[in-house]
């Protein structure tokens, strides 16, 4: 049987985590990254996401990257640039795990929301 942090060193051994200043600079220069806030709605209504990320709850994940599902969001593609963030990193890197698992290449961990505000990144309500 698996425990929280059997499932935890799965996910941290493949999906890449970046700083804070390291995300807030791949923001900063634009492109077509996709950034996606993985927290449930309340947790984003108190303290806010990145500027511009879409919204995709963790346990809602499966469903929103199988593009054969009818809740497919179009933005997840097995070749987008795609960057998770939640409260501390913990979800946004189970998340990425179902990613992976589901074929999709490039998925980073950002970490979490506070740090990205430390970080001087882009925020809105």
């Not at 807030?24 to 984003?44: F, P």
């Not at 990145?50 to 969001?73: C, L, N, T, Y």
């Amino acid at each position: 049987m698996k425990s929280a942090k059997d499932f935890m060193a799965e996910a941290n051994a493949v999906v890449p985590r970046i700083s804070a200043k390291e995300a807030v600079a791949k923001y900063n220069q634009g492109g077509s990254a996709v950034w996606i806030d993985v927290r449930d709605s309340a947790d984003i209504a108190a303290s806010g996401t990145i500027k511009g990320a879409e919204r995709v709850p963790g346990g809602f994940m499966v469903f929103a990257a199988d593009d054969s599902m009818q809740f497919h969001k179009p933005f997840l593609t097995k070749d987008a640039d795609i960057n998770l963030i939640c409260g501390a990193g913990g979800q946004a890197a189970l998340a990425g795990k179902i990613l992976h698992d589901m074929g999709y290449k490039n998925v980073t961990n950002v970490g979490g929301f506070n740090d990205w505000k430390e970080a001087g990144g882009a925020t809105e309500a």
